[in-house]
């Protein structure tokens, strides 16, 4: 047994560096460092990728090959090769790589994050530009935003005066996730699952549940997913992922089923994607499924982002507390002490967005972006993607490119005064939402609560280090993963400056 086990592996060996040697012979590949047999570079990448890639481009140039097991993945690190993935060549790259857990997850991509580029794609994607995020509806959806970064002040405002916490810190994240989740889940949903007591409901404990059980049954088979002729070693829990699904729909369609009753009993449909999901399933010819895996992809893809969004904004502006006060300033300027900001105000307040801005070049939370995936074999800076390889722009390190950026690591808002560069993807040196066909289509959704979520806590207190912390000693360190929280949450002391009254939720019912 033993000596067939051994005949078959080194078989499998030989033909596996024959397919890679014949890989580099027939195409001209970036330049990257030395793969393994069997495993290429999976054990010499560090946990925070969009680092250790970037320290690799510093030996390798700015575009790299990187072999996960036998899976070619190309990295680009500058915002020349950026625009040639993202816009010369963009239509061949934007297929996704699913893993088994994502194909699963997605059903095979029949909802947005996970389709490859086609007809279906195409399609999902209209109903997103032409009906989820146009203009009108994230304007209608503001009231829940405002709600939501009312409700987050209210709640800081009585944690940070409670006698008892005089002069303590509070773990700014946990305000946040708290604004992120209640924001998407009732704009996906209709749903605020928490009661202003912050009690949480059935459905949100079963809501939560779902999400951690997705995050676990995800991680579980990361390895085998990239050396695919060792898969049958790490067989796919079937029955689990078939249980989450099950569950994960169970919920979803109670949800609509709540909605369409609703909808007949009014007669009008309400402004929340799942409503309008399901007025345009027939226009749009959307599947159960689809609408589904797009409400999920919502919650997967809109809620993290925007809160490490504010994380990192925040613990610049407690690193930095020249950046707080100026941005301190212009609110008093231009809002005063007497009311609150509304997002109305945005564009009365330049340096708060450059502030935004700021805080999205230096940390973009999905610093690599999504894969994208060659459909064709194409040519980029000279060198080939074969077909079937993935390709990720290292965003991180375009927005910190020295070649393009003056005093690259500094934080320093008022280089966006000085020169105006969009973060949406038409400009290639910025691309924290990506850019092309797969852009992020939530983008102005997520800037609008990153930058109220800044504004309300900035205008409302005065933040600083924990007691006996320097500003310099704030841990800036990056925690692994496709999106990027920090590795130490950032703790800070909140002093309010406003009169009491101006703390209480605005809160809607919506
Ligand atoms: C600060 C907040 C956000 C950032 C920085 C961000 C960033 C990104 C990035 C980099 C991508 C990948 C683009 C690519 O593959 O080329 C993406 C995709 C996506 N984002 Fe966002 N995002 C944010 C907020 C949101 C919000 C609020 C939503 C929805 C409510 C959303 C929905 C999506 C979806 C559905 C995709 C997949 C698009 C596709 O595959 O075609 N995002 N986002």
């Not at 090769?81 to 061949?92: F, G, N, R, S, Y």
């Not at 369409?260 to 226009?283: E, I, M, P």
């Not at 060659?374 to 980029?380: D, F, G, I, L, Q």
Request: net charge neutral; aromatic share 10%.
């Amino acid at each position: 047994m033993a000596p067939l086990f051994l005949g078959f592996a080194i078989i499998f060996i030989s033909l596996l560096v024959t397919y890679q040697l014949y890989q580099k012979l027939r195409f001209k590949l970036p330049p990257g460092p030395r793969p393994w047999p069997i495993v290429g570079n999976l054990y010499d990448i560090k946990p925070v990728r969009f680092r250790c890639f970037a320290e690799w481009a510093q030996t390798y140039g700015p575009i790299m090959s990187v072999w996960f097991g036998s899976i070619l993945n190309v990295v680009v690190s500058n915002s020349e090769l950026a625009k040639q993935v993202l816009k010369e060549k963009d239509q061949q790259l934007a297929d996704r790589h699913r893993s088994r857990s994502a194909a699963k997850f997605s059903r095979d991509g029949t909802d947005l994050i996970w389709a490859d580029y086609g007809p279906h794609y195409v399609k999902v994607r209209k109903v997103c530009t032409l009906e989820l995020f146009t203009p009108k509806r994230i304007e209608a959806l503001r009231p829940i935003r405002e709600d939501e970064v009312t409700a987050m002040v209210e709640s800081i405002f009585k944690d940070c005066t409670k006698p008892e916490n005089n002069g303590k810190s509070l773990v700014v994240k946990n305000y946040l996730s708290a604004v992120a989740f209640n924001n998407i889940t009732r704009l996906a949903f209709g749903k605020r699952f928490v009661n202003s007591e912050g009690v949480m409901d059935k459905q949100g404990v079963e809501f939560k549940a779902i999400v951690a059980n997705g995050l676990k049954l995800g991680a579980s088979l990361a390895m085998a997913e990239h050396i695919p002729w060792l898969r049958w070693m790490f067989p796919l829990e079937e029955e689990a992922f078939a249980k989450h699904g099950a569950r994960r729909d169970l919920l979803t369609r109670a949800i609509m089923e709540e909605h369409t009753v609703a909808r007949q009993k009014s007669g009008g449909a309400k402004q929340h994607f799942v409503d309008a999901l399901l007025t345009l399933q027939d226009k749009y010819d959307l599947s159960d499924d689809t609408v589904i895996g797009l409400l999920w992809d919502m919650i997967t893809a809109g809620m993290d982002t925007t809160a490490i969004s504010v994380e990192w904004a925040m613990a610049e502006l407690i690193k930095n507390p020249r950046v707080q006060q100026k941005a301190q300033e212009e609110m008093d300027r231009v809002i005063g002490f007497e009311r609150v900001i509304a997002e109305t105000d945005f564009s009365s307040l330049p340096y708060l967005q450059c502030i935004a801005k700021e805080a999205l070049r230096l940390h973009p939370p999905t610093p690599l972006m999504l894969p994208h995936k060659a459909s064709a074999n194409v040519k980029v800076g000279g060198y080939d993607i074969p077909k079937g390889s993935n390709v990720h722009v290292n965003v991180w390190a375009v927005g910190r490119d020295p070649a393009v950026w003056k005093e690259a690591s500094e934080f320093r808002p008022e280089r966006f005064m000085e020169e105006d560069i969009d973060m949406k993807g038409h400009d290639f040196r910025l691309l924290p939402f990506g850019a092309g066909r797969r852009v992020c289509p939530g983008a102005q959704l997520g800037i609008n609560l990153v930058t109220s979520m800044l504004a309300h806590l900035l205008h409302h207190f005065v933040w600083s280090p924990s007691e006996g912390v320097k500003a310099e000693e704030i841990d800036m360190a990056e925690n692994p993963g496709l999106v990027t929280y920090m590795k130490t949450p950032v703790q800070a002391v909140a002093i309010p400056r406003l009169p009491p009254h101006l703390y209480k939720r605005v809160a809607v019912d919506m």
